[in-house]
């Protein structure tokens, strides 16, 4: 299993930034994929964006050119950095990482508030 520590959340100002971490208990030897949902009051939890142990990206389109995803192996952290913030963008966030196991386990942090004021 794995555990999976998240940081950053908070209040921001409309065309903020904020960036959001996960820091994961495993190598990342190990680890498949990383990266970040959010659930909205009253909404399903989405995908925002993923990137996988060779570094291809993936992105919500709502997020595109604004939202950029990293990641740091030597720390086995995934960084979230969120520009020009909309107050849509109010949600939990979720790190998720998925493992390299037969039977691909999937795991969750305990989600951030992220609230984006107008």
């Known amino acids: 299993q794995v555990q999976l520590v998240e940081s950053g959340g908070g209040l921001v100002q409309a065309g903020g930034s904020l960036s959001l971490s996960c820091a994961a208990s495993?190598?990342?030897?190990?680890?498949?994929?990383m990266g970040w949902y959010r659930q909205a009051p009253g909404k399903q939890r989405e995908l925002v964006a993923t990137?996988?142990?060779?570094?291809?990206?993936n992105y919500a389109d709502s997020v595109k050119g604004r939202f950029t995803i990293s990641r740091d192996n030597a720390k086995s952290t995934v960084t979230l950095q969120m520009n020009s913030l909309k107050p849509e963008d109010t949600a939990v966030y979720y790190c998720?990482?998925?493992?390299?196991?037969?039977?691909?386990?999937?795991?969750w942090g305990q989600g951030t508030q992220v609230t984006v004021s107008s």
């Open positions: 998720n990482a998925r493992l390299i196991s037969y039977r691909d386990p999937t795991y």
């Open positions: 495993r190598s990342m030897l190990s680890i498949a994929a």
């Open positions: 990137i996988t142990s060779y570094g291809s990206t």
